[in-house]
């Protein structure tokens, strides 16, 4: 016998009970329209898709198998698990892929993790350096070729400094170790001593701050020893919002080239779901918020500054940030040439 759904049971049988009463035909069940695509996606549990999580919202035409699991892992599987058909990556290291001429992966405009820079310059206790006088300094930072990297130097560049005259040490902040090169080191880059962490750089002078995207384990608001070197930072990153329209894209989804090829309408319909998302995620926001204290003050401000649909996809609203992304990358360096956005979203835009 058949597989027959409950849904589809119960409809068949309805629709005989009802023909019974009625002393008529029954009406013939429907041929079940084909199961919807399931597309399993490596994404971070990021709280602003909880909506796809809840099932509050639901794939066009896809069933979504959200893969979960910390971030380093998630990147990881992206690239190389092969039960998985795409998911979050990094957006320079996508750059660097096409710089190398693979494009194994297809980049579809969905921007999975954002952030602003200037929180994340961090200094010793009593330190008087500042953000206008950081030429000519020895700076620690997380990793040279990475996305956040690449804002962090255009961070300076915006503040009228050439990353060129700083001397920079990449390490992890907390913990002794090489961070793995995905391109050449420039002269003026070099790492950290196997036994050191770039917090030990900083607490001993060996270094005079230091970039890094996560708060070190030795941060603390007011008795440090280590704090951030922009106290006032949300002023920096709104003035520097206004002055250059660059919410900063850091990962971006990606779709490995031949599910891409199987049914190339998947990237609009991606597109679509993920803005529904940040639709729904952002109305909960409103109407429920009480996850801080003064949340909706938070949002009513980030809104006024930047719009409603600031985490918004697509090229249209994200175009300018991801051109200066690729100019910044180019600029330091890690591309051979200059990659366009247009390059970059090819397959996508061809559709």
């Known amino acids: 016998m058949d597989h027959v759904s409950r849904r589809g049971f119960l409809a068949t049988a309805g629709s005989l009970a009802g023909a019974s009463l009625l002393h008529t035909r029954p009406v013939p069940a429907q041929p079940h329209p084909a199961p919807p695509q399931t597309l399993s996606l490596a994404i971070t549990e990021y709280l602003r ?73 961090y200094t010793r206790t009593g330190s008087t350096l500042s953000p206008d006088n950081l030429a000519g300094r020895r700076l620690g930072i997380y990793n ?31 913990r002794p170790g ?31 701050a230091m970039f890094v995207p996560l708060p070190p384990a030795k941060y603390h608001t007011t008795d440090g020893p280590v704090v951030r070197l922009i106290p006032d930072y949300r ?44 639709a729904e995620f952002t109305a909960g926001q409103r109407l429920y918020p009480y996850s801080t204290p003064w949340l909706i003050g938070e949002v009513e401000e980030t809104e006024q500054l930047m719009g409603r649909e600031f985490h918004s996809h697509g090229l249209a609203a994200n175009r300018k940030a991801l051109d200066t992304f690729c100019q910044g990358a180019y600029d330091d360096g890690l591309t051979r040439r200059r990659i366009t956005v247009d390059q970059y979203f090819a397959e996508y835009l061809a559709v």
């Open 49 to 121: 898709f909880t909506p796809l999580g809840t099932g509050a919202v639901r794939g066009r035409g896809f069933d979504l198998d959200w893969v979960r699991a910390p971030r380093t892992e998630i990147l990881a599987r992206t690239l190389s698990d092969p039960a998985v058909h795409g998911g979050e990556t990094s957006m320079l290291g996508h750059l660097l892929r096409l710089d190398a001429g693979d494009r194994s992966l297809v980049a579809i405009p969905i921007f999975l993790l954002r952030n602003f820079t200037a929180r994340d310059l």
């Open 235 to 278: 002023a920096l990153e709104r003035r520097y919002f206004t002055e250059t329209g660059c919410y900063p894209p850091q990962h971006v989804l990606v779709l490995r080239e031949p599910v891409w090829r199987e049914d190339t309408s998947m990237g609009e319909r991606l597109l679509e779901t993920f803005n529904e998302c940040e």
């Open 178 to 208: 090489e961070v793995v090169a995905r391109a050449p080191l420039p002269p003026h880059v070099t790492n950290a001593p196997a036994d050191k962490s770039l917090t030990d750089l900083l607490l001993t002078g060996a270094i005079e």
């Open 144 to 174: 040279w070729a990475a996305s956040g990297a690449v804002w962090y130097r255009h961070l300076l560049r915006y503040l009228g400094l050439d990353p060129k005259t700083i001397e920079w040490v990449v390490g992890y902040a907390d």
